[in-house]
């Protein structure tokens, strides 16, 4: 028997809403390839990130770890059904969720193909063909391909890919080998840069003196932000992009035809 759930606004426990011997979303076939997720790393079609050992995580859920029994969660209230935020499919061991946004709440008059009659007043609830997030039991690994779709289930998961803020900015802005430029400042750094700088920040705390030196030659072969008296010197938020993907080790030069180009996602090789 499978079970679907519902999580009501402004309320924390989960109800149930129905059970049905039918399955409600079907496992997508490449699960299997799951990427790790990393900021860094854009999906290709069909793939979907992954998030190992989510039961011990701060974001996962108390009821993911219990064996899953109906009787815990109440029959959801007629009142309720008008306010829910997502829902859940419990399928054996895989827990399958679904946002649920006021446009996938369909109030108007519609017609019953089986029933043959004009429905009045009977709101529906539209089910997307793939679920926003899936989560394994068996392997405790997380599923999802938007952190923003994840995050409105398990909330918190968007500081996984976090941006700095305006004090962490201007921090990073000030570091010994940048030089801001014809006013360029934190006020002119835009979230995309923002997310790299949070992420380059952890970077840089890996890498000692000698590193550092290694990596600034390495930037200034591949592109040509200024570089004097060992500053970058930082106009743009373009110049600011290429030092920062330049940190992170995204620039490289093809094996055959020697063509420098930049890695606009990455993945990690064991």
């Known amino acids: 028997?499978?079970?679907l759930l519902a999580k009501v606004k402004r309320k924390q426990n989960l109800f149930r809403l129905l059970s049905t011997d039918d399955d409600i979303y079907s496992l997508p076939e490449t699960l299997d390839n799951g990427v790790v997720y990393n900021p860094e790393t854009l999906l290709e079609e069909e793939e979907w990130y992954k998030y190992e050992n989510f039961s011990t995580s701060v974001y996962t859920m108390a009821f993911l770890a219990d064996n899953f029994d109906s009787v815990n969660f109440n029959q959801i209230s007629d009142a309720d059904t008008k306010k829910i935020s997502f829902i859940c499919s419990v399928q054996d061991e895989l827990y399958f969720f679904q946002n649920i946004s006021t446009n996938m709440l369909i109030r108007k008059k519609w017609f019953s193909l089986d029933e043959l009659s004009?429905?009045?007043?009977?709101?529906?609830?539209?089910?997307?063909?793939?679920?926003?997030?899936?989560?394994?039991?068996?392997?405790?690994?997380?599923y999802f391909r938007k952190l923003s779709a994840?995050?409105?289930?398990?909330?918190?998961?968007?500081?996984?890919?976090?941006e700095a803020t305006e004090a962490e900015t201007?921090?990073?802005?000030?570091?010994?080998?940048?030089?801001?430029?014809?006013?360029?400042d934190a006020e002119a750094?835009?979230?995309?840069?923002?997310?790299?700088?949070?992420?380059?920040?952890?970077?840089?705390?890996?890498y000692d003196a000698t590193q550092k030196a290694n990596i600034f030659e390495y930037i200034q072969e591949y592109c040509n932000v200024p570089f004097t008296a060992d500053k970058f010197e930082i106009e743009t938020e373009d110049e600011l992009k290429l030092v920062l993907y330049g940190?992170?080790?995204?620039?490289?030069?093809?094996?055959?035809?020697?063509?420098?180009r930049i890695a606009n996602s990455i993945i990690t090789l064991s």
């Not at 009045?120 to 793939?130: G, H, L, Q, S």
């Not at 994840?150 to 890919?161: K, P, Q, T």
């Not at 201007?170 to 360029?184: A, K, V, Y």
């Open 1 to 3: 028997m499978n079970y």
């Open 118 to 142: 004009i429905e009045v007043d009977k709101p529906i609830i539209t089910i997307n063909k793939e679920a926003d997030a899936i989560y394994d039991k068996a392997t405790d690994i997380l």
């Open 150 to 162: 994840a995050n409105a289930i398990f909330r918190g998961m968007d500081l996984l890919y976090r």
């Open 170 to 184: 201007q921090t990073f802005l000030e570091s010994d080998f940048l030089e801001m430029r014809n006013g360029f």
């Open 189 to 206: 750094v835009k979230i995309p840069n923002r997310k790299r700088i949070a992420m380059v920040m952890d970077t840089l705390s890996r």
């Open 247 to 260: 940190i992170e080790q995204r620039f490289y030069t093809t094996l055959l035809g020697n063509e420098k």
